[in-house]
């Protein structure tokens, strides 16, 4: 997720700018901090980037927090849209209640690194705002990986050259290093027994 815009000041979590206001109007709705927005990541592009809106300063500025390649950072609105012409708010803080708890969050959050897999922008916001750790976009992403693994598992598996069967352990370790399980369960357990057969009889 390279290419970050940065044309304005950031702040780390925790050193964020003094703060005039934490709510904006959507639909003559308050939404407060902690409210989501997302905007593509390129243009007509898959992906989205996420970031949750923190509040004003005393110059109008808007503020937001998000986690991109660099870390947990509070940038500037502009700095979040990085160019994109378009952005969707996908949830709206209703009240102030859960601010301290959100940027409690925000903190616990700042000391990991990165993972566009495993802890990506979406993965924070939802943490952060909602509690639920959760990025709909790295999980497709998963699900996506591990078919093509299985359909080129379940192809060795179908080979009658035991030469081939050898190979199921290097797709093991590209799992172990991906941390993706298979989600065929019987699959998985034709391979787990392949594999014992093997070395049973290496």
Not at 77 to 83: P, V
Request: hydrophobic fraction near 35%; glycine fraction near 4%.
């Amino acid at each position: 997720m390279k290419a970050l815009i940065r044309n304005d000041k950031t702040y780390p979590p925790s050193q964020l700018p003094e703060l005039e206001s934490h709510y904006f109007l959507h639909n003559g709705i308050k939404a407060y901090s902690g409210s989501i927005f997302k905007r593509p990541l390129k243009r007509n592009g898959l992906f989205t980037h996420y970031a949750f809106f923190l509040g004003f300063d005393h110059d109008g500025t808007v503020w937001m927090l998000e986690n991109n390649e660099d870390g947990v950072e509070c940038v500037t609105w502009n700095d979040f849209m990085s160019k994109s012409d378009r952005s969707e708010l996908v949830h709206l803080e209703p009240d102030d209640s859960q601010f301290s708890e959100i940027i409690k969050r925000v903190i616990e959050r700042s000391t990991l690194e990165y993972n566009a897999h495993l802890n990506n922008c979406e993965h924070f916001v939802n943490y952060c705002v909602l509690y639920n750790f959760k990025s709909h976009q790295a999980d497709g992403m998963r699900n996506i990986t591990d078919k093509l693994l299985s359909l080129v598992e379940l192809s060795i598996l179908k080979q009658t050259d035991s030469a081939f069967h050898e190979s199921l352990e290097d797709y093991n370790e590209v799992r172990e290093l991906l941390q993706l399980k298979r989600g065929n369960e019987k699959l998985d357990n034709k391979i787990t027994e392949k594999i014992k057969h093997l070395n049973k009889n290496g």
